[in-house]
């Protein structure tokens, strides 16, 4: 019989919990999600956002807690290309502050178009070890993210981005 223990995976799990409750605590004060109308209001994305986070915390502190180790999840095993999951969290970061960066220069469709396409095409070729096919996949959701981040901020939510940079 597997033993039941508090593990890693159920301490990220408790911790991601107890920031997302306090987090929670302060969208009282946004008001209620959606404005007159039906229209998403300030509160809508929060609270989406926390709901997201209880439910998924919730689900590893599940399988953390209660289903049984295999032989499977065990030990983790290695990406397909050796040695290129150390620098992935070193990748993301450097992605992320070039984005930063670059985005108001570039604005909002070069400068995310070209992040997505990147950390997609790390984690695509990581796994899969085929470049061609991590390329064009990581392509088609650079160009689908992109395009419906835009949508989202600008059509939804009028909200305003650089589009080419300034």
Sequence with gaps: MAQRRFNLQAAFATFLIVLNSIYASQLVELGLPFAKGGEPGPAFLPLALCLFIYVAGLRILFEALVCPETEATAEPTPGTV???ARFGPVAVLVLTALYLVAFPWTGYFISTFCYTLLIALFFNFESSG???N??????VSALAITGFGWLFFVQLFGLFL?????
């Design 82 to 84: 050796p040695g290129l």
């Design 130 to 132: 085929d470049l061609r």
């Design 134 to 139: 991590a390329g064009w996949k990581s392509a």
């Design 162 to 166: 650089p589009v080419w940079g300034g």
